[in-house]
């Protein structure tokens, strides 16, 4: 699985305050352009050339930023450690991962936690296998919900409200076995519901597929999908017992009791 290209980042006007602005400038960096000028940032934001100088200075003296070789910036490090402190993603990261150590050995392949991120699915773990099948994915990174496992996962335990919107945002092919039709879905999503698990067949990037299944909250809410990676020519349902045993164990280092999954 690979992350498609994501949106811009950019506002239709500038923001006025002076936190807005800052902000505008840091959502500017997307995974499709993890590098910007500062007249890419003068673009993105709209903000004047003067005001996103003396913004991005201020950003790169305090850490959210750092320099990249002559006039070019990126996402600094201090910003990533603040990140990392955000109590749903260590809770979760914490809870999955012995069992996706645990996954990874006995699989060989990569292994992926994945939860909800607005409109789309984000990676918020990634464990190698033994193989890597060509595996761009990365922490941080995000795909869309209709076209892989974990974000399709995602998708069937979220509120119909939500699943229409998504289906109203329009479906784009990304791979060979994306689904682009509604129908089909709504279907596939129902038996995600009925099954426990999600079988994609190359849905993200040609000769790669995966099998999904959801993390559990102790309240019941699904709150992260776990999968792994593997080749397009290996049968998936060999996979779904490691798979499920997988995210059962996380669920449960998160407060889930047997009886509350049965």
């Known amino acids: 699985m690979t992350s498609a290209e994501v949106d811009d980042g ?10 807005g602005r800052a902000l505008a ?5 997307t995974d499709a352009s993890p590098e910007l000028a500062l007249a890419d940032i003068v673009t993105l934001t709209g903000l004047p050339p003067a005001t996103a100088h003396r913004i991005v200075a201020e950003l790169v003296a305090w850490g959210a930023l750092e320099r990249v070789g002559r006039g070019r910036y990126r996402i600094g490090l201090r910003l990533w450690r603040i990140g990392a ?6 809770t979760l990261r914490e809870a999955a991962l012995a069992p996706m150590q645990d996954l990874a050995a006995v699989t060989g392949h990569v292994v992926h ?26 922490v941080g990174r995000d795909m869309p919900l209709h076209a892989s496992g974990p974000g399709k996962v995602l998708l069937a335990h979220s509120p119909a409200a939500f699943v229409e919107e998504i289906l109203g945002r ?10 682009t039709d509604p129908a089909t879905l709504r279907a596939a999503l129902a038996d995600i519901r009925r099954t426990g698990h999600c079988l994609s067949h190359e849905e993200m990037t040609a000769g790669v597929s995966s099998v999904a ?3 559990t909250a102790a309240d019941g809410r699904v709150v992260a999908a776990l999968a792994v990676v593997v080749p397009a020519t290996d049968p998936l349902p060999p996979y779904v017992p490691a798979v499920q045993v997988a995210a059962a164990t996380a669920s449960r280092r998160l407060g889930v009791r047997p009886q509350d999954r049965a």
């Open 25 to 29: 400038v840091l959502a500017a960096f």
């Open 113 to 138: 936690l994945v939860v909800l991120d607005g409109y789309r699915a984000l990676f918020v773990e990634r464990l190698a296998g033994r193989e890597d099948h060509t595996v761009r994915s990365r």
């Open 213 to 215: 299944a959801p993390v």
């Open 10 to 19: 950019g506002a239709d006007e500038a923001p006025r305050s002076v936190l």
């Open 85 to 90: 402190l955000a109590p749903t993603a260590r």
């Open 170 to 179: 329009g479906l784009p092919r990304l791979a060979p076995g994306t689904i």
